[in-house]
């Protein structure tokens, strides 16, 4: 865990005060188009371009396997590419976007989980929203 972390901040563009958050491999293209994209009501959305690339990055980036505690199931990008032992990844804001819409591209925000800890996840999450 410690060294997934060490790998994680050099790679990170953030700009704290707009929320803005850069994929680190874009081109220089990408980067423009991502801007003026995201100025937009897309970004309130919660899930838009950004996130699906800023999704696939965090996956490769730390090692393909769920962050769960205890867990480490390797998990793979594609629903497609699913099977039983590889799950499909899922990328949870650890707070919310409805709590923290400014964290939604935050990496330190996201957590990478398999398939099942994310249905965990979100049905505990459920349970509690309803108490
Ligand atoms: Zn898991």
């Not at 959305?45 to 996956?59: A, C, P, S």
Request: hydrophobic share 35%; charged share 35%.
């Amino acid at each position: 865990m410690a060294r997934l972390h060490t790998l994680r901040s050099p790679l990170s563009i953030l700009d704290t005060r707009t929320g803005k958050a850069l994929a680190p491999v874009a081109s220089e293209q990408d980067r423009k188009r991502r801007f003026d994209e995201t100025r937009g009501s897309a970004r309130q959305r919660g899930y838009d371009r950004d996130w699906e690339k800023l999704r696939d990055t965090v996956v490769i980036e730390r090692g393909c396997r769920c962050e769960a505690a205890g867990c480490g199931t390797v998990v793979v990008l594609r629903k497609r590419e699913a099977t039983a032992l590889t799950p499909v990844a899922h990328v949870d804001h650890i707070e919310s976007i409805a709590d923290r819409p400014d964290l939604r591209l935050e990496r330190s925000n996201l957590r990478v989980l398999c398939e099942p800890c994310h249905n965990a996840r979100t049905a505990r999450d459920q349970g509690f929203a309803r108490g």
